[in-house]
């Protein structure tokens, strides 16, 4: 009888193993790297922002990441020179264009896995860095008295606010004024959010991420004349990412 049992139970288990109707679940293997890119929408602007992870372990990633976006202040109001028909929009008292250049490091960490959540994995994400805040001066087209009564000429100047009022702003000069006046504020920024990561397919990243982030630099930003400038921003962001892990 055991020698009937030795020959038996091999070959069942034998079989078992090439059964060709049997299901075996094949799990995905564990990628190390992941880089994405995105568009980022917050509550002052908008920007892109590119992320670079590494895999710690099947739950935690190492990210260094990028953001370039733009800042407007809540106090800037388009205006337009009612007495001339080609007259550019501007915005009055604005000093400086501001944007930010964030470079900086952090983790991310599996809450729910795309099984435990019918195929959208949760993430928690926390970074912060470098804030280099980046201010371009506003230049106008300016209207200059030729002496002869009721004539003008268009002169392109920095905005001064003690020097440039509505009546004498014929409009924005074009974009390139300014470029080589920019300077920069250094400063830092922390950020917290939670990465929904949905694609279908494995090896793709499609994800959205909600979350706050707040920009400190040692002294007041001056985006604007005429209005109090903050040395903090804090801001509520949505990014839209794609790209993929391997």
Request: aromatic share 16%; glycine share 10%.
């Amino acid at each position: 009888m055991g020698f009937f049992l030795l020959l038996v139970l091999p070959g069942t288990g034998l079989f078992a193993q090439n059964n060709p109707n049997e299901y075996v679940e094949e799990k995905p293997y564990l990628t190390k790297n992941e880089a994405t890119g995105g568009l980022n929408f917050h509550t002052s602007g908008w920007g892109v922002q590119f992320r670079r992870s590494f895999n710690l372990t099947g739950y935690k990633k190492l990210m260094f990441e990028a953001d370039y976006v733009g800042l407007k202040h809540p106090k800037e109001i388009k205006s337009v020179n009612q007495a001339f028909d080609n007259a550019r929009s501007y915005v009055y008292g604005k000093l400086n264009a501001f944007s930010i250049l964030r470079l900086g490091a952090g983790r991310q960490r599996t809450l729910y896995s795309k099984a435990e959540r019918n195929g959208v994995e949760i993430r928690a994400v926390y970074s912060g860095g470098l804030s280099l805040g980046i201010l371009k001066p506003i230049y106008l087209n300016i209207l200059e008295p030729t002496g002869t009564f009721g004539e003008f000429v268009v002169i392109t100047e920095r905005y001064d606010p003690n020097e440039h009022f509505v009546d004498n702003i014929y409009g924005r000069a074009p974009f390139t004024e300014g470029l080589d006046r920019i300077f920069i504020k250094p400063g830092g920024y922390l950020k917290f959010g939670f990465n929904f990561e949905y694609a279908p397919i494995f090896e793709d990243v499609k994800s959205l991420e909600i979350g706050v982030i707040a920009d400190l630099y040692p002294e007041e930003i001056p985006i604007m004349a005429f209005t109090e400038n903050k040395q903090l921003f804090l801001t509520f962001y949505l990014t839209l990412m794609y790209g993929r892990k391997w």
